[in-house]
């Protein structure tokens, strides 16, 4: 199935006033087209998103998860066109994509010193789409984590990153100095939502040393949702130290895990792709940056 960008933006404009009229007002259509636009996009996607039975709108829990990735494929459709646009009127852009916690500054800094006119956009990857956006042109390269699906792409390994079990405050390890993977025995393990078989052999530790099956924690999506199944006791994860530094919380404690591979980060870009600007970017990279052996 292909979404329909005119539903999804039809279908926020709804999420976000919880109200037909409105956003049919907003939007400079008949309600009734709205309403049939957003009905025919609950078919495709085969659930109902919004709640209907009184006279107060509200989002189902499947159109409340549903309406940050449609925020996010609206942004991404709108920055293909502007980047399109910009090109066909001969002006060079650079777009990068990183992962939360990704070394990007020094890169793009010496990029930006050697091509001041060129504008930078930085876009956030996630996890389970890393590949997409480098093969669809949303972004020209990016900092992803690996393992990655490298067919279609060249691949630069950049560096590793120390990996720490995250905790509530208050769990027996949460003041060990650092920990061995079989003290995590009998967690729950929380889940990389969508994430590739390979994503969690290597985020989730699996299959533990022991070949145990540890207990199955919920899925989460982000940081946010992380930290709540952590407070709430609901299981650990595995994540990279720098992705952990930027949540301090006093709830929260990171142990370091001294016996799991580091996690790794790389350049990546699509293979057939021939423009001087990536390749300039990744000299750039390659200067800043001590890349892993």
Not at 147 to 154: H, S
Not at 224 to 237: Q, T
């Amino acid at each position: 199935m292909d979404l329909d960008l005119r539903k999804l933006r039809y279908f926020v404009a709804v999420a976000e006033r919880l109200h037909f009229g409105q956003a049919a007002l907003a939007l400079h259509v008949t309600q009734p087209a709205l309403s049939r636009q957003v009905r025919q996009l609950e078919r495709d996607l085969g659930v109902e998103l919004f709640n209907r039975a009184s006279r107060n709108v509200t989002l189902t829990d499947a159109g409340e998860h549903f309406l940050d990735d449609a925020r996010a494929l609206l942004a991404a459709g709108q920055a293909v066109q502007d980047r399109v646009r910009r090109i066909a009127a001969g002006e060079h852009t650079m777009t990068v994509g990183f992962m939360l916690g990704t070394d990007v500054a020094a890169a793009v800094n010496v990029f930006s010193a050697r091509h001041p006119n060129v504008p930078l956009e930085l876009i956030r990857l996630r996890w389970w789409n890393q590949k997409r956006p480098l093969l669809d042109r949303t972004v020209d390269i990016g900092f992803v984590r690996l393992p990655i699906d490298a067919e279609g792409l060249k691949v630069l390994p950049l560096y590793r990153e120390r990996l720490s079990v995250v905790l509530p405050s208050d769990h027996p390890l949460a003041g060990e100095p650092a920990i061995g993977i079989t003290a995590l025995a009998g967690e729950s393990i929380l889940r990389y939502a969508d994430a590739t078989p390979d994503w969690a052999a290597v985020w989730n530790a699996e299959p533990p040393p022991d070949d145990t099956q540890p207990p199955r924690g919920p899925a989460f999506h982000d940081m946010e949702e992380l930290l709540g199944y952590i407070r709430a006791g609901r299981g650990v994860v595995l994540i990279p130290d720098p992705v952990a530094a930027l949540f301090p919380r006093p709830d929260i404690a990171y142990v370091p895990v001294t016996d799991v591979p580091p996690g790794r980060v790389a350049l990546a870009w699509d293979d057939t792709r021939h423009s001087s600007l990536v390749t300039d970017f990744v000299e750039a990279a390659r200067s800043t940056l001590k890349l892993a052996e």
